[in-house]
């Protein structure tokens, strides 16, 4: 089960935040210091993969990715695999890339709600729910059209608003 995902810069900021099992948000805090201090001290030559049982309890794992100021962390029990993980952090990226043209920070802070969706089609509970870039690039236009769509409906002409106030 995947217990948590975060999208930090380069600078120990959190621009996304997941967690799939209740933490208080102190905790949260103490967690992304905590992940920061581990990620900034690692050597560029040794590999993505961190123990964190001292933050997450036992058996739990760390993968970890750097795209442009972006660290991607996914943290994990056993039954998830170490590279299927770092896979599914790929197609993360790539679905971004493809929603966002050329992904950056700013498109994360200023898009939150469709990056949530973006993560909530690909993960739901912590389980894996689909690794196609492709089929989540689709769901989320869909998800957009019908929020528009919604949105649409739900204007009402001046004429309609006026004569209710009478």
């Avoid at 900021?13 to 099992?21: A, D, E, G, N, T």
């Avoid at 992940?35 to 309890?57: K, M, P, T, W």
Wanted: glycine residues 4%.
């Amino acid at each position: 089960m995947i217990r948590a995902v975060i999208v930090m810069n380069d600078q120990g900021k959190p621009r996304l935040l997941k967690f799939y099992q209740y933490q208080p948000v102190e905790k949260q805090h103490e967690i992304i210091r905590t992940i920061y201090g581990v990620l900034c001290s690692r050597a560029d030559n040794v590999s993505n993969f961190v123990n964190v049982e001292s933050i997450f309890g036992p058996d739990a794992r760390l993968v970890y990715k750097t795209f442009a100021t972006l660290y991607f962390v996914f943290v994990f029990d056993p039954a998830e695999n170490e590279l299927a993980i770092l896979d599914l952090m790929q197609v993360f990226v790539e679905t971004l890339d493809k929603c966002f043209s050329n992904v950056c920070e700013l498109d994360i802070v200023f898009n939150f709600n469709k990056v949530h969706t973006i993560l909530d089609e690909i993960i739901v509970g912590g389980q894996v729910l689909e690794t196609s870039s492709s089929e989540v690039v689709k769901a989320v236009n869909e998800i957009s059209r019908l929020e528009k769509t919604s949105n649409s409906i739900m204007r009402v002409p001046k004429s309609i608003s006026a004569w209710q106030g009478r």
